[in-house]
Nanobody, 126 residues
C-alpha cells in the first residue's frame, strides 16, 4: 500500500507559475514509476507527465511540453510538478499517481497506475 497526498493547488492568473507536490508514504520501495494526471468535469482523466522512479526517463503530454517539469526525490519520496506559463485550459483537478509493476521506464496509461492521491484543484483565470 502506498498513500499519496498532493498539495499546491489554488487559483492563479494566466501566465503565472505553480508548483504541485505529492508525498508518498507506506511501501514506497515498491514504486517503479510515477505521474501527474488531470481531469475536468465530463472528460476522461489524462496524463500530464510521467517519470521513472529508477532512472531519468520521463515523458510529457504534448500540451504541456516546454511549460511543465516533473521531478522526483527518492530519498524524500516526493513527486513535484512545476507548472509555468499556465493557461486557462490547464484548469483541472490534478492527481498524483504511482505504479508498482516492475519496469525499467515510465508508464503513460492511467490503467497502469496502482495508487492515486485525492487530487488538488488548479484554477487558472484569464
Amino acid at each position: 500500500q502506498v498513500d499519496l497526498v498532493e498539495s499546491g493547488g489554488g487559483l492563479v492568473q494566466a501566465g503565472a507559475s505553480r508548483r504541485l507536490s505529492c508525498v508518498a508514504s507506506g511501501h514506497t520501495n515498491s514504486i517503479y514509476y510515477a505521474g501527474w494526471f488531470r481531469q475536468v468535469p465530463g472528460k476522461a482523466r489524462e496524463l500530464v507527465a510521467t517519470i521513472s522512479w529508477i532512472n531519468p526517463h520521463r515523458y510529457y503530454a504534448e500540451f504541456v511540453q516546454g511549460r511543465f517539469t516533473i521531478a522526483r526525490d527518492n530519498e524524500q519520496n516526493t513527486l513535484d510538478l512545476q507548472m509555468d506559463g499556465l493557461k486557462p485550459d490547464d484548469t483541472a483537478v490534478y492527481y498524483c499517481a504511482v505504479g508498482v509493476r516492475p519496469t525499467t521506464t515510465y508508464r503513460s496509461g492511467k490503467d497502469d497506475y496502482d495508487y492515486w492521491g485525492q487530487g488538488t484543484q488548479v484554477t487558472v483565470s484569464s
